[in-house]
């Protein structure tokens, strides 16, 4: 039983971890992109100073998705094709990435 609530708290970093290194290896950042991937082992370590280390990744990373949508805003502005839709996703992508941390305040107190 526990083993499965604390898979069900972990799942949406990981998902968010793997979309974020997608993002990366995309852009050509190999390095950055295994290292954000690997980031949720941090929490093997047991201790508080991960997850909150974590947590701070996880709000970094959807300022990172907010900084990419406007920068694909402005390419598209610049050719003049429409960019809600991008903005809808994006900006999904950045508000999952963000309360992908509220799960793991229980861990602390695991």
């Not at 050509?28 to 370590?45: C, D, E, H, Y």
């Not at 991960?50 to 390419?75: D, K, N």
């Amino acid at each position: 039983m526990i083993w499965r609530m604390t898979a069900l708290r972990v799942t949406p970093l990981a998902i968010s971890a793997l979309v974020l290194g997608a993002h990366f290896y995309r852009g050509g950042n190999v390095a950055l992109a295994a290292i954000v991937a690997a980031s949720p082992l941090l929490l093997l370590a047991r201790r508080t100073w991960a997850v909150t280390a974590l947590q701070i990744g996880l709000f970094v990373a959807a300022a990172e998705w907010i900084r990419t949508a406007s920068s694909i805003a402005s390419l598209r502005a610049a050719a003049g094709v429409p960019s809600t839709r991008m903005f809808v996703i994006l900006g999904s992508v950045a508000l999952f990435t963000a309360l992908s941390g509220i799960p793991l305040s229980r861990l602390r107190q695991d």
